[in-house]
């Protein structure tokens, strides 16, 4: 007689024994006297059609008869035979092939969204198998993340080193006060589980990069790009073309924006529409230009809009359309898109086959900051020092006026980067001059500006007016 | 109604804690009279999946065996699973059903930010179709 041991659950069946003793040559007999014995345990073991449930392991002392002969492994009667399901699961519900249907509370939640034809039900199913990989949780991230969170959109990765800085709040709707000094990734996926927690996040604390953007962009269908420089932007239309995955892209220019669908179906791609990156430094970043603060809403609703669309596969995308928003005039424009058959990455012929070095490729290391030489800067404690001294010597802010009306050091002269060429009669070429802007840039081209012109000791402050404010006097507002 | 007492459940949350990015899983051990059932030990088990961990688990059915002849040394009874959703929240997943067995209770914590959060506990059905809460308490000390 062999001896089957009974799991708890099914104890009720066999009269709370927790194990039975079974005559049968084999295991499959043994399981059926047990079934004749017990009836009642028959379903929880064996489905409609007469075979063990998927979920059902049988093992004889500790070998699971898989691997021996399954059913007709052969009993001597002193064994013991152990029913042990398997057990596995996750929380990627969303990635399996969904047999998925909506739950009560979701059809409530979703039910502006079911009573449209365009929707329904089979749209918002398939709204929440999506999977959507955003780039960066910032000013185009932050209303993607909302809607997209509030559409039921089922799967969200969010890629983003950067934290909350307050400068931030202007435009990042999805981060509150409360938030300055938190991870973005973080704060952005608890304000989208409030919204609707029955979207699963993923977030990758990291800056996208060459070697790990295919791998975090992998399991996605849409790529969203809400990127703030030119590297991160080649490189996410690079990795969507290779991956064939559409890039919903937008950009965004103190009170103008940009936004287009890339890499959908035989449409262009960012490289098309732009072959080469624009010389480093020559257009700014929100940072260095400022932005409007609703202007990222703007486009960032569009980005959200073009991604719900593709997913319902309704309606006519952005493909092969430029689209041109411009704030101050409240104006739309559209500008035709072809995909270019020369083009290195989507083209006939393609040249670029893997992701290359996006820094290198738009001549920029280490931000936007041309490297300067040593003993050409000099740090805002040592200007402190000479200003205390009372040194002979020009400190030239080269910020534009408005600027200059937010934060300036005392006893600094101003001249704007772009009237420099034309005043330069106004400084000594014998004079040592110390140049400073916001972060070092723009005092970086007017030291190389000045030096070409005969100026023999110049200085650029490392991290200008920002720096001083950090090390020097905090009183020194910072924008 | 699954009842877990203060030792397991400290030992359930730390280990989702620790292993947090990544689900972690286990085995709940007590008895049952009736519809209520005790849970007195829990034991950690190792996540054997060979897909993404944060997203996925699986028990080595040895493993499991191994659990079940332990509570049956202890004169104790195999009755749960558990297991953790990191940074989302505790449902029952089509995974988990699709994986599950309508034999024990499977509870799922939640942790979020590397700490718990919250946590359910759901029965599945035989067909794996659809599983039911189940009330759930814990003591915290």
Known sequence: ?479 | MIVIETKPWQAMVLHAERVYPNECCGAMLGHQQGERKTVTEAIPLENSSEREQREHYEIKPEDLLAADRAARERGLDLIGIFHSHPDCDAYFSDTDLKNSCPWYSFVVLSVKNGKFDHGNSFIPDPDQTRADREDISWQKS
């Open chain 1, 1 to 479: 007689m062999a001896k089957i041991l009974i799991p708890t659950a099914l104890r009720q069946f066999t009269e709370l024994q927790d194990s039975v003793d079974i005559a049968g040559a084999t295991v499959g007999e043994a399981l059926s006297q047990l079934t004749a014995k017990y009836p009642n345990i028959k379903k929880n073991l064996f489905n409609d059609a007469g075979k063990l449930r998927s979920f059902v392991n049988v093992y004889v002392n500790d070998e699971d008869i898989r691997y021996l002969d399954r059913e007709q492994t052969e009993l001597q009667g002193d064994e013991t035979v152990s029913i042990v399901p398997s057990i596995a699961g996750g929380a990627s519900g969303i990635a399996e092939p969904a047999t998925a249907a909506l739950t009560n509370e979701e059809i409530a939640r979703y039910s502006r969204h079911l009573i449209l034809p365009e929707v329904g039900m089979d749209g918002q199913l398939k709204l929440k198998q999506a999977k959507v990989a955003m780039i960066g949780a910032g000013g185009l991230g932050a209303p993607l993340g909302l809607y997209l969170a509030a559409a039921g959109i089922g799967r969200i990765g969010i890629v983003d080193f950067d934290v909350v800085d307050a400068s931030n709040l202007q435009r990042q709707v999805i981060h509150g006060t409360n938030d300055i000094g938190r991870r973005k990734i973080d704060s952005a996926a608890d304000r989208m589980r409030q919204i609707n927690p029955n979207v699963v996040i993923d977030k990758y604390d990291t800056g996208l990069t060459s070697q790990n953007a295919l791998e975090i962009l992998r399991p996605y269908d849409i790529v969203v790009d809400g990127t703030d420089n030119f590297p991160t932007r080649y490189l996410v239309n690079d990795a969507c073309v290779l991956l064939n995955k559409p890039n919903v892209y937008g950009s965004i220019f103190r009170f103008e924006g940009q936004a287009t669908v890339f890499a959908y179906e035989d449409g262009p791609c960012y490289r098309c529409l732009y072959p080469e990156p624009p010389p480093p430094g020559l257009i700014p970043s929100c940072a260095e230009g400022g932005v409007l603060g609703i202007l990222p809403g703007m486009i960032g609703v569009i980005q959200a809009t073009e991604t719900v669309k593709l997913i319902l596969g309704v309606g006519q995308t952005l493909k092969n359309r430029l689209l041109l928003y411009d704030a101050l005039n409240m104006q739309f424009r559209e500008l035709k898109l072809r995909r270019d058959r020369e083009c290195p990455v989507c083209g006939d012929h393609p040249t670029v086959t893997k992701l290359i070095d996006y820094q290198q490729f738009c001549g920029v290391y280490e931000g936007t900051n041309p490297a300067p030489n040593a003993g050409e800067v000099i740090d805002p404690i040592e200007v402190k020092a000479k200003l205390d001294r009372g040194d002979s010597f020009t400190l030239l802010d080269v910020r534009e006026p408005h600027e200059y009306q937010i934060a300036k050091i005392p006893g600094s002269l101003l001249i704007p980067l772009g009237e420099l060429p034309k005043r330069l009669n106004e400084l000594n070429p014998a004079a040592e001059v110390v140049t400073q802007c916001k972060s070092g840039a723009r005092s970086q081209k007017a030291l190389e500006l000045l030096k070409q012109n005969g100026f023999g000791n110049v200085r650029n402050m490392t991290g200008g007016i920002t720096a001083w404010s950090d090390k020097v006097d905090p009183s020194v507002p910072k924008y």
